[in-house]
C-alpha cells in the first residue's frame, strides 16, 4: 500500500480515534486501552448521529408536504425546539467543542425550520412562514458570528432546560388535548428519542460540560413522554372536521 493510500486511511481513522488512540491502536497494537474505547465509542456515536441527523426529521417533513397539512403539530413546541438547538449549536461552536459533539444540531434546525414554515404556509400563511425564516436566519447570524458575547450564550444554554421541557411538553399537551399525536412522525420522534439519549454518553465524553449534559438528560425524558404517546395513541386515527 503507497504512502498516500496510507496517509488517507491515517486521516480517515483520525476522524474517530484521537493521534494518541491511533498509535496506541496501529503502532503499539494495544487493544484493550480503556479510555480510548470510550473516546473511540464516544467519537463513533457522535459522527453516527450526525449522519442519522441528516435524515431524522425527514419523515416529518414528507409526511407534512404528502398530507399538505400540519394537524395537530404545535408551532409554539416546534419553535422552542428550534430555539434549543440553535442556542446548543451556537455555544458548541464558540466554544469551539468537537464538531462530534454537536454537528447534529446544524441538520437538526435546518430541517425544523423547514417543519415552522411548512406548518404556516399549509395553515394558510405562506407570509408569516417567510417572515419566520428570515428572521430565524437573522438570530442565528446574531449568535454565531461573534456578535453575542459567549457568557451570554452560556446563561442561554442554562435557559435550554426550561426551553426544551417546555417545547416537549407543549406539545404532550397538545397530543393530549387533542386524543391523537397528528401528523406527528413516529420515525423522527423514536430517532430523536434515541439520538438524544446517546448524546448523554458523548457529552461526558467530549464536552465535560456539564450543563451541556443536563440538558440532554432532560431532553431524553421528554423525547420519552412523546415516544410513549406515539404507542398510546398508535391506533388512533384523527377525525376530519366535518365540511358545513
Not at 8 to 16: E, I, K, N, Q
Not at 26 to 40: I, K, W, Y
Not at 171 to 178: E, K, P
Not at 182 to 206: D, K, N, P, Y
Amino acid at each position: 500500500m503507497g504512502s498516500t493510500a496510507l496517509d488517507f486511511l491515517r486521516r480517515t481513522v483520525l476522524l474517530v480515534v484521537t493521534p494518541h488512540c491511533y498509535d496506541n491502536y496501529f503502532v503499539e497494537f494495544n487493544f484493550f486501552d480503556g479510555p480510548c474505547f470510550s473516546s473511540t465509542l464516544s467519537k463513533g456515536l457522535g459522527l453516527g448521529i450526525i449522519l442519522g441527523s441528516l435524515l431524522v426529521k425527514l419523515p416529518q417533513i414528507l409526511k407534512i408536504y404528502k398530507n399538505k397539512s400540519g394537524e395537530g403539530i404545535s408551532l409554539l413546541s416546534v419553535s422552542l425546539d428550534l430555539t434549543a438547538i440553535s442556542i446548543y449549536g451556537s455555544y458548541s461552536f464558540l466554544k469551539q467543542f468537537p464538531f462530534s459533539a454537536w454537528g447534529d444540531a446544524t441538520f437538526l434546525a435546518v430541517q425544523t425550520v423547514l417543519v415552522a414554515v411548512l406548518v404556516l404556509h399549509y395553515g394558510g400563511s405562506t407570509i408569516n412562514a417567510i417572515v419566520y425564516l428570515v428572521t430565524y436566519l437573522f438570530i442565528t447570524f446574531v449568535l454565531i458570528s461573534g456578535l453575542t458575547p459567549i457568557d451570554v450564550l452560556w446563561s442561554l444554554q442554562g435557559f435550554n432546560i426550561f426551553i426544551v421541557v417546555s417545547g416537549k411538553l407543549t406539545q404532550a399537551y397538545g397530543n393530549f388535548r387533542n386524543g391523537h399525536t397528528g401528523q406527528l412522525s413516529a420515525v423522527t420522534l423514536v430517532m430523536l428519542f434515541l439520538g438524544s439519549l446517546a448524546r448523554i454518553f458523548t457529552s461526558i465524553q467530549e464536552t465535560g460540560d456539564r450543563m451541556v449534559i443536563l440538558t440532554y438528560i432532560v431532553s431524553s425524558l421528554a423525547n420519552g413522554v412523546l415516544v410513549a404517546q406515539l404507542m398510546y395513541y398508535w391506533n388512533v386515527t384523527p377525525q376530519k372536521e366535518k365540511v358545513q
